[in-house]
């Protein structure tokens, strides 16, 4: 299977998976669908796991091109290692870990070669709130822009347990076992990566530093 065909894919922040018949399947059947060679079941697996994937890369990279090719890569390496999926282990789990690896090999590899993220680039940040007036779009995108650059400014590992914390709303007990942390480590942190947002945004938002 050539790279799952994953061109035709959607990979929309805010856009809903083209295959709205994902909702009906439940994710071990689709499971199982797919170690039993059906593609098309991996397809709705993708429609219903993309947005939350490419969301957290792309807090953890900071560049969304990058952030696609990342997640392409996580469903690449999800379709070849299904089989090593355990049966306790949820599905979306799983693919957040996946999803982590790829975010942090790319993280090093361009420490390695840059020294230092860039931090000075323009956001691509997609708004997702489609109720917005044009007036109140642009600020939620300044906004989106200024807590894109400080989360690139926490270190990996408060970036990493924010971002899953925070914005994808998943537990200490998941995040354990997508990072391998301990909870006690995670809940620091936590407190450490929301101290320093909000010294960062709070200029920004009329409140002290």
């Not at 947002?197 to 009329?206: A, E, F, H, V």
Request: aromatic residues 6%; charged residues 30%.
């Amino acid at each position: 299977m050539k790279r799952l065909a994953m061109g035709t894919m959607s990979l929309e922040l805010g856009q809903p998976g083209a295959h709205a018949g994902a909702l009906m399947n439940s994710t071990e059947e689709l499971v199982a669908r797919v170690r039993a060679g059906d593609e098309e079941a991996f397809r709705l697996i993708f429609d219903r796991y993309s947005r939350p994937v490419l969301g957290f890369i792309y807090d953890m990279v900071g560049d969304r091109a990058l952030a696609e090719d990342l997640a392409q890569e996580t469903f690449v390496r999800a379709f070849r290692g299904l089989g090593t999926l355990r049966e306790e282990t949820k599905l979306s789990t799983w693919l957040f870990a996946i999803a982590k690896n790829c975010a942090r090999e790319q993280l090093r590899t361009r420490r390695r070669n840059e020294g230092n993220v860039e931090l000075d680039a323009e956001p691509a940040f997609e708004l997702r709130d489609h109720g917005r007036t044009p007036s109140g779009a642009l600020l939620d995108k300044e906004l989106s822009g200024v807590i894109q650059q400080a989360l690139q400014k926490l270190d990996e590992d408060k970036r990493t347990v924010f971002t899953l914390k925070v914005l994808q709303q998943r537990s200490y007990e998941e995040i354990a076992e997508i990072t391998g942390f301990s909870v006690g480590k995670l809940k620091t942190d936590l407190h450490r990566a929301r101290a320093e947002m909000r010294k960062r945004i709070g200029p920004y938002l009329g409140g002290e530093q």
